[in-house]
């Protein structure tokens, strides 16, 4: 068996809820810098995952169960309280489509400075321009500011910058469906493309199909503990029967 | 992300923030050029009016613009990384190259001044030498990586101490008549003017003075003095932000 190219081992992380907030130097002043009341919030507990080269794993969850926090975590954004996180192979995390966008910058210059934040290269950005703006629909538009855009054309740059920022592991949280039916399509072809290509990716979603028809497994998290692992349209289908209260 | 790609975005990050702050236009390019040239024409005329000794000008408008530097660019490192939350929190971005990219803009008035202070001291016939100019672009050096250094923990400690951006305002206004502006350090007794020379600033606008108006070369030991404060200054908003950096998405 090959070396999982992410490991997540014993992962747990919580939050501290302080009940006084202090935010400022002189709040700590006149608070004699004594510790603060806080409470602890786990969000994830003992989590353990593996991604191996070429797979696609799915999390479903409900709502505040530790999925956005998991992926935070792989992504390196967060640091686990206890536990490790291997990575042995490059992360392009699409958590939120069209971070930081300047809306006063036309496209050309949103697709370097988002390409750029991502992890591209000047070089790889400007020699994939003309197909990102190919994929996105929005030639004509390149020189347009983006404050003038329409939701839908922000989000289709978006999506095909993320798709061409792609390096070996894919990380998406929610961020599957957006756009009319004829551009999900194609967003939905691009991923199947990636996945050929032998890219690995871990998705996060509250939609069964997406993970049943776009993921090998899955894990299901409540509470922030794995509850479920297997085929992606079992725990899809767990998830859903999980949704559905008992009669 | 590679040392290459980091390069990238850096310079991404200031074309992009020149070109929204200047609407991308050639007039904007040209008058942000313009205005540290303007501002040094009017200081020198107006000092020129008040003050008859020529060099006291010089010197004057050499310390204010040094100090202009490290005011603005100290308060726009201070608050880069809160500006840029919504990056950090959703991307792994080196944080660096935010508080980098922040201070851009200081910067590139700074080097507009010191290009213009040399064209003006070659226009009254007191042109610096090759030395004395290579001198004042490692000084100009040096406090850029003090800005960057004190940018660096400055700028993550913002996002626990919320009101940090105001001290700093008294501390810069104290500063301000710590360094030797207004005044010459000659005035002070020597004993105190170690003291002095703690003040990050001071040192810079000293030996920039000595190098550019009076023409001569500090001390060797001055030099290895400014490079241990810069080493120190940089080291330590260096160890704070690789500290508090991993948690910054969660300070926020």
Redesign the interface.
Known sequence: MTTPLVEVDSVSKA?WIPDEPR????E?VMAGFAPRPRRRLPVLDSVSLQLRQGEAVGVMGANGCGKSTLL?LV?????PDEGTITTRAA?T?I??LG??W?P??DAV?NV??IG???????MEISRSLDSILEFAELRPYARMHLKNYSSGMAARLAYAVAFQAVRDVLVLDEVLAVGDAGFKKRCEQRYREIRAAGHTTLVVSHEPYIIGAFCDRAVMLQQGRIVAEGPAADVAAAYLANLVPAT | MTSSNSIGLAWTLIRTDFKTRFHGTFSGFIWSLLKPAALFLVLMSVFSFLFKDPAYKLQLVVGLFLWDFFAEGTKCGLTALHAKSFLFRKLRVPLWILVVAAIANPFITMTVFSVVLVLFLTAIGQAPSLAAIGLFAFYCLSMTFIVIGFSLAASVLFLKYRDLNQVWDMVTQAGFFLAPIIYPLGIVPEKFHFYFYVWPPTPIIEFSRTALVSGHAPSLLAHVYLLVEVVVVLGLGAMVLKRMGPRAAELV
């Open positions: 939050f935010h400022t130097i002189r700590h935070k992504c390196g954004i967060y640091i992360i995390p958590l939120d971070v930081g300047n006063e910058l210059d370097y400075l750029g934040m991502m992890g591209l290269s000047l």
